[in-house]
Nanobody, 131 residues
Framework: QVQLVESGGGLVQPGGSLRLSCAAS????????VGWFRQVPGKGREGVAC????????YYADSVKGRFSIARDSAKNTVDLQMNSLKPEDTAVYTC????????????????????????WGQGTQVTVAS
């Protein structure tokens, strides 16, 4: 079955860390641009981190820059999101997406556009930051 599955969400105290994993089955994630997005009820989807398939260049939203890190694990066919110094405002459903058809001029575009039409979307994992 071709799909993306996220894992690693949960409840963490402010200042804590979590590591999310986006695992692909049925296709090779290295051949796709991959992004992590988050959404809270009543707000639009926000692209927090994206990584390019061609050169590994990364993009981070200003809200997470310096705290989050996106990285590929080719052996596991995953793209992970390390989240440090978590804040209550990081609380959201985090979802990963993979795009292999559209050519972005910069990987920032994948995060900023956050289009529903990307090739694959996962189901999402809840991250709650609270004391």
């Amino acid at each position: 079955q071709v799909q993306l599955v996220e894992s690693g969400g949960g409840l963490v105290q402010p200042g804590g860390s979590l590591r999310l994993s986006c695992a692909a089955s049925g296709f090779t994630l290295d051949r796709y641009d991959v992004g992590w997005f988050r959404q809270v009820p009543g707000k639009g989807r926000e692209g927090v981190a994206c990584v390019s398939k061609s050169d590994g260049i990364t993009y981070y939203a200003d809200s997470v820059k310096g705290r989050f890190s996106i990285a590929r694990d080719s052996a596991k066919n995953t793209v992970d999101l390390q989240m440090n110094s978590l804040k209550p405002e990081d609380t959201a459903v985090y979802t990963c997406a993979a795009e292999g058809t559209h050519v972005f001029s910069t990987i920032q575009q994948m995060c900023v556009r956050a289009m529903n039409g990307y090739d694959y979307w996962g189901q999402g994992t809840q991250v709650t930051v609270a004391s």
